[in-house]
């Protein structure tokens, strides 16, 4: 027969039917005589029900929707990265590849001659590019100013050419560089391709870009609402029609389990109104509504059950 | 093969899918099912209720990171749940590493039964259990809790207070069967202990 102390390190699992037939028979043997061990195995059972009678703590308000604005904010940097990386099918850093979007374009604004400088200045390059590589800009203007700049546009190696960045693209820029093309396409394309490839390729990238500028990113939240209703169905249609007569725009809806989210632009000025008319779908729960100056505002609604 | 016949009955690998292949909105579903009980889990293992939360909105980004790496051998729930517990250890290193000369009862647990060090700092309070308000004794036992060593801790949280399943435990930790079993005993015999001394006769 055990003595206590080894049935004492048999107790705190025994109520739970995982020992051994062996340990168990073992165990009820020595508890029919031996008191002190049955005390021992009544206050274990009492920490134990103390233990499991603990309730749970309740999640913070907005505590979901913070989880998810986070993760959206993640979403997008993905499908930035996506956007910049996979159509190239090669992992270059983002420097690199807005290099050569730069060099394509010397090469288009070249072949566009001196005139069409003017007119593809504006929109093809500023803002729209972020990153380091459209600081160089200013010094486009500048390199039209004749006296300017000594730089030896030929002959630099490949790799070398692209990381001097726009100085000495603003050099095969300069109307009069006695650059050749066909090195500068060789440098931009990384390949044998024509002129006329080159630019499509261009072409093909502008409206890629203008998307990345348009999807908003999670900072310029605006508003998130949450409306709970009784009848999420009803309440979805409805939601739809508010958000469409409000002039709202880019309304995506997703359903899921026994939710429904709309994201969607609205003008700002038309947000009260909105509102007021959501909260006569249900209850209107809101946050995060800075006052912008931006004319449009980033809408998130949650359309939920309401929790009776 | 436990784990393949979980997966096959995972109610989540639907969203899970649906996040693989980009729509991040899916995310939300597997956020709403699963915060409370991550936020539980980690709440009773840090003790810190903002702390806690701030580590959820963590193990979740890092699940949203790399959802594209889950391969459904497991159930997603159990792979959450694993992430959770790692951040949590993260969390706890961390918190050592900071307050390592000023640590009140979660570094220099000394007891033989590797545990309880909350008990000897409030033994003399010795209420007897009965007199003592809910509150109180709740705020008793989550100090044991907290008292209790990391590995014990943590076995302890997942079945007596989450109520998994041994085999589920064994998943999320990876630990074998017969290490769970003697850490559980061990934490469950350092919790009378320690109760005993902070609230008296049980």
């Known amino acids: 027969m055990k003595n206590c102390k080894d049935i004492e390190n048999l107790l705190p699992l025994y109520p739970e039917d995982v020992s051994s037939d062996d340990e168990r028979r073992t165990v009820e043997n020595h508890l029919a005589s031996c008191d002190a061990c049955r005390g021992e195995l009544a206050r274990l059972q009492k920490t134990h029900r103390l233990v499991t009678d603990l309730s749970d703590v309740e999640e913070p308000v907005w505590f979901q929707q913070k989880i998810m604005a986070r993760v959206r904010r993640e979403a997008q940097k993905k499908t930035i990265a996506r956007k910049w990386f996979y159509p190239l099918r090669v992992k270059i850093p983002l420097q690199i590849a807005a290099m050569m979007v730069i060099a394509v374009m010397v090469v288009y604004i070249y072949r566009a001659g001196d005139e069409g400088i003017k007119e593809v200045l504006p929109g093809a390059l500023p803002t729209k590019i972020e990153s380091p590589a459209s600081e160089p800009l200013p010094p486009l203007e500048v390199t039209r100013e004749p006296e300017l700049k000594k730089v030896p546009p030929v002959n630099l190696p490949e790799k070398v050419r692209v990381g001097v960045d726009a100085e000495s693209s603003a050099g095969v820029m300069r109307p009069s560089a006695p650059t050749p093309v066909p090195e500068a396409k060789r440098e931009a394309a990384a390949g044998p391709e024509s002129d006329s490839q080159a630019a499509r390729r261009y072409k093909s990238l502008s409206p890629a870009m203008e998307q990345t500028v348009a999807v908003p990113v999670a900072d310029e939240i605006a508003a998130f609402v949450i409306l709970r209703v009784p009848d999420v169905s009803r309440a979805v249609s409805g939601t739809e029609k508010i958000l469409e007569e409000s002039g709202a725009s880019q309304i995506t809806r997703r359903s899921l389990e026994n939710k429904t989210t709309f994201h969607a632009f609205v003008e700002a000025k038309n947000l009260n109104d909105l509102l007021s008319r959501l909260s006569g779908l249900g209850d209107v729960d809101q946050k995060k509504i800075h006052e912008v100056s931006e004319e449009r505002i980033w809408l998130i609604i949650e359309v939920t059950k309401h929790k009776f | ?202």
């Not at chain 2, 060090?117 to 809910?134: K, L, N, Q």
Request: glycine share 6%; net charge neutral; proline share 1%.
């Open chain 2, 1 to 202: 093969m436990e784990e393949k016949k979980g997966s096959a009955t995972d109610d989540d690998l639907e969203y899970v899918r649906a996040c693989q292949k980009g729509d991040a909105e899916a995310f939300s579903v597997l956020v709403s099912r699963h915060s409370g009980k991550i936020l539980n889990i980690v709440y009773r293992m840090l003790a810190e209720y903002d702390e806690a939360c701030d580590v959820t909105q963590e193990v979740f980004l890092a699940a949203f990171r790399s959802i594209g790496k889950f391969k459904a051998e497991a159930k997603f729930s159990t792979w959450l749940y694993r992430i959770a517990v790692n951040y949590t250890k993260n969390r706890l290193r961390q918190r050592r590493n900071l307050s390592r000369h000023e640590s009140v009862f979660l570094d220099d647990v000394a007891d033989i039964q590797g545990a309880c060090a909350a008990c000897s700092a409030s033994s003399d309070a010795g209420h007897p259990g009965e007199h003592m308000e809910r509150r109180e004794l709740n705020a008793a036992v989550e100090k044991c809790i907290s008292g209790l060593d990391g590995d014990y801790r943590e076995v302890l949280v997942l079945r007596d207070i989450q109520g998994f399943s041994y085999e589920e435990i064994k998943t999320v930790l990876r630990i074998p069967d017969g290490t769970v079993k003697s850490r559980l005993s061990r934490a469950r015999l350092a919790m009378k202990h320690c109760l005993e001394k902070v609230i008296g006769n049980l």
